[in-house]
């Protein structure tokens, strides 16, 4: 942490494969670092390096200046924040809250507004960069909220995150979110009919791969994720589970707003057959499957 930059307490709840690196990294910073997870286990290296446990939510937000969430679902979410004993009901006016969930755009402005009525100041900023990204502190952070809450979050942004936008007010970083995960989930199928169709044409795979993933074709999915669904290497740096998630509620916003995308719609249909067989727990890489691999 800069000498200019004010040590601050700051909340953390959700200590999953994104969030414990998340909190992690603000405890390097020198932030007074306050905790809360559903399971206590996982916040226990935090706590041997100094993180304060609490045993709610709602008692991290009452003890700090920032509070910060990355917990599953929308459902958890709104509990966290809006449920009785939540986050908004305790914590203190002035204070600024930070969801790092990818959640619902609805849902965000919904937290701002209950925020706002109580003087405080609420943010969606979820993230991209999965399990690696949170480790190296090199996050793609979109946020959504006022300006001047932004501003003030920035050197915590900075501490966890490397590509850092504010993209409007409340609800914009989610919708940022959305279109992200769309590009990714058709993407995905790219990828794996690509390396499908190299392996059923007889060619080596992973020499295609050295071609094509320096070409027109790269990105990070086809040359990060191709590699392990060769190797039939399927370990999480994303769940599955959660990625259909992600892709429920952005053709729930892409319907509300009338827009048909049916890209996403067929990720959608091939990802919910790959946790009806079992495979939610995988990476999403493991979308590879879908093509008899």
Known sequence: MNATDERKKVGFIGLG???????????????????????????????????IWHDSAGDVAAACDVVITIVGYPKDVEETYLGAGGIIERARAGTILIDMTTSSPTLAVTIAEKAAGK??????APVSGGEGGARAGTLSIMV???????????????LMGETIAHQGGPGAGQHTKMSNQIAIAATMLAVSESLSYARAAGLDAKHVLSSIGTGAASSFLLNGLGPKMLDGDYAPGFYVHHFLKDMSIAITEAERMKLDLPALALAKRLYEKLVADGYGEEGTQAIFRAYGN
């Open 17 to 51: 494969i994104m969030g414990r690196s998340m909190a992690g990294h603000i405890l390097e910073g020198g932030h007074e670092l306050h905790v809360y997870n559903r399971t206590r286990a996982k916040a226990g290296k935090l706590v041997g390096r100094g993180a």
């Open 119 to 124: 003087g405080l100041s609420a943010m969606d």
């Open 144 to 158: 959504g909220g006022e300006e001047g809450a932004f501003n003030a979050a920035l050197p915590l942004f900075r």
